[in-house]
Nanobody, 115 residues
Framework: QVQLVESGGGLVQAGGSLRLSCAAS????????MGWYRQAPGKQRHLVAA???????TYVESVKGRFTISRDNAKNTVYLQMNSLKPEDTAVYYC?????????WGQGTQVTVSS
């Protein structure tokens, strides 16, 4: 049973920073691209950052230059460093493979950015 456990969210003022972490099962983590997705209230969940098993990264335009995705294969963990946060970044953040193959998403971690 693959499990994803996200953590690190919270309430922060605009311009602040947060670092999210996602711990995943070993085999699925090591051979797959991983990504951070987010879902704002009333909107669909979508991918915001991805990292391949080799470390190549891609970002959605709205977070480029502010977010950095990284992974520690030894710890089966993927991170999302979020800087210069904006109110529109408010959402529940999830991790999964890219494309999402793990049927049971984690509980996510809430990020709330106040103006």
């Amino acid at each position: 049973q693959v499990q994803l456990v996200e953590s690190g969210g919270g309430l922060v003022q605009a311009g602040g920073s947060l670092r999210l972490s996602c711990a995943a099962s070993g085999r699925v983590f090591s051979i797959n691209a991983m990504g951070w997705y987010r879902q704002a209230p009333g909107k669909q969940r979508h991918l915001v950052a991805a990292i391949t098993s080799g470390g190549s990264t891609t970002y959605v335009e709205s977070v480029k230059g502010r977010f950095t995705i990284s992974r520690d294969n030894a710890k089966n963990t993927v991170y999302l460093q979020m800087n210069s946060l904006k109110p529109e970044d408010t959402a529940v953040y999830y991790c999964n493979t890219v494309p999402p193959k793990i049927r049971d998403w984690g509980q996510g971690t809430q990020v709330t950015v106040s103006s």
